[in-house]
């Protein structure tokens, strides 16, 4: 079975940080490209940041400058770094693998709230 788990969502004050976890396998990681997505209610689901080819990254113009992702090879684990965090990224993030010609997968999701 394909399995995509997300981690380290919560609850975080403005201008705080989190790390997001995405553990997945073998399988997924090698041939699959990884990357992270996230829907608050009422809007639709956007790109977050994301691996392109190789080791070159893509980010949402929101996010630009303070989130950063990254991977674990060996852990088959790829990272979402949120840095001064606001309000307006409150959402579920959700970590999602894509290949050309096959299916796509999605985590279940991990909620980050971000409040006083």
């Known amino acids: 079975q394909v399995q995509l788990v997300e981690s380290g969502g919560g609850l975080v004050q403005p201008g705080g940080s989190l790390r997001l976890s995405c553990a997945t396998s073998r399988s997924i990681f090698s041939i699959y490209a990884m990357g992270w997505y996230r829907q608050a209610p009422g809007k639709q689901r956007e790109l977050v940041a994301g691996?392109?080819?190789?080791?070159?990254?893509v980010y949402g113009d929101s996010v630009k400058g303070r989130f950063t992702i990254s991977r674990d090879n060996a852990k088959y684990t790829v990272y979402l770094r949120m840095n001064n965090l606001k309000p307006e990224d409150t959402a579920v993030y959700y970590c999602?693998?894509?290949?050309?010609?096959?299916?796509?997968?999605w985590g279940q999701g991990t909620q980050v709230t971000v409040s006083s």
């Open positions: 999602h693998a894509e290949a050309a010609g096959r299916r796509g997968y």
């Open positions: 691996f392109t080819t190789g080791s070159n990254t």
